[in-house]
């Protein structure tokens, strides 16, 4: 088993004793980054890896039709959202592992960082810099996950749902049911 960053020097490697030197048809770790075959090599790595390393009550499965897609299901049992199911759609961008997956809600959301027409969660708080060698798609399962028991209203991508959870809890929490 190789790590992503190890197939792919090994692949460099094999690719340098068979193809000549030179401008044109040298191979870079950046452009080996960007291929297809690395991009869907590292995402059914991840979805294998998240077997151990996905939060409990989260679930994704990649969609027939394209890697880059990834339907979810998130069970919740405590908190304001106690007893909610939530489906959602992971879309995966072509130029992954180097930039940030969305997150978009299928089930209607009630919260602060879930935009009330789009279903669309603002992953901005939990990563303000993608880090494509320290962040994975566990890393937005995890805060995905979180985001529902420490519910934070600043920065606010639904402001009413913000303003209704500082300032009137038990409102916020009828409409969360």
Not at 40 to 62: D, F, N, W
Not at 72 to 82: A, M, P, S, T
């Amino acid at each position: 088993f190789l790590s992503p960053p190890a197939a792919m020097m090994r692949r460099e490697r094999e690719e340098e004793e068979i193809q000549p030197a030179g401008p044109a048809t040298s191979s870079s770790a950046s452009d080996l980054s960007h291929s297809p075959f690395f991009r869907e090599y590292v995402l059914l790595l991840e979805y294998k890896h998240l077997k151990t390393t996905a939060p409990s009550g989260v679930y994704v499965m990649p969609s027939f039709d394209t890697l880059l897609e990834w339907h979810g299901v998130i069970f919740l049992r405590q908190g304001l959202y106690r007893n909610a199911i939530f489906k959602f759609l992971l879309t995966i961008p072509e130029s992954y592992p180097n930039a940030r997956p969305s997150v978009r809600f299928i089930s209607k959301v009630y919260h602060p960082q879930v935009v009330v027409a789009t279903g669309l969660v603002d992953l901005s708080h939990a990563f303000p810099t993608w880090v494509p060698q320290h962040h994975h798609i566990c890393h937005i399962l995890i805060a995905l996950k979180r985001m529902f028991y420490h519910i934070d209203p600043r920065g606010a991508s639904n402001a009413p749902a913000a303003r209704l959870l500082v300032k009137e809890r038990s409102l916020f929490q009828k409409k969360v049911e």
